[in-house]
């Protein structure tokens, strides 16, 4: 089970995190864009403690730049690994068309993180009968269990590129 901290987030947030009852939180912009964003075990990768995180609009998003929200996907971000020993994978949605854009404001946020050379960014994209599929996933370099992370996400990789031949 995930140790999440709201205190200790929202000590470092620009935003405000409240706990939703189901254990993930919700936050509120400056420009009255509410997100509600967490983690769920992902079964999808053979190996234990992978979580994926979502992050989900509650109302019609605002895709103007928002450096509070950077801020606040850091912190969250931040608290979880150092709180937990887990790998951490996204899957962009695409349901609206925008899923390179997710993986590239993903791929960015995580390149201006100050403590990027700690961790590894493994970006992973799909194409299939002519839609593209992005899917990141983050470790820490020291975790005792990487080698054995990056194959299950190399195994998972060519396991989806098989599958949609």
Partial sequence: ???????????????????SGDGSFSFVTDEAQIY?????EDYMLSVDNAYQFFLVPKSSP???KDDKMQQTITAIM???FQTNDVLLDYICDTKDGRQAA???LFSHWFNQYPKRHQ???????????GLSYYASAIIRNDHPLYHEYMEAIDDFEK????KMK
């Fill in 36 to 40: 509600e964003v967490g983690f769920v």
């Fill in 78 to 80: 931040e608290e979880f």
């Fill in 1 to 19: 089970m995930l140790r999440l901290s709201i205190e200790s987030i929202n000590s470092r947030s620009p935003y405000k995190l409240i706990l």
């Fill in 159 to 162: 396991e989806m590129r098989e």
């Fill in 62 to 64: 605002n895709f103007a």
């Fill in 119 to 129: 961790f590894t960014l493994r970006t992973i994209s799909i194409e299939y009968e």
């Fill in 102 to 104: 997710r993986s590239r």
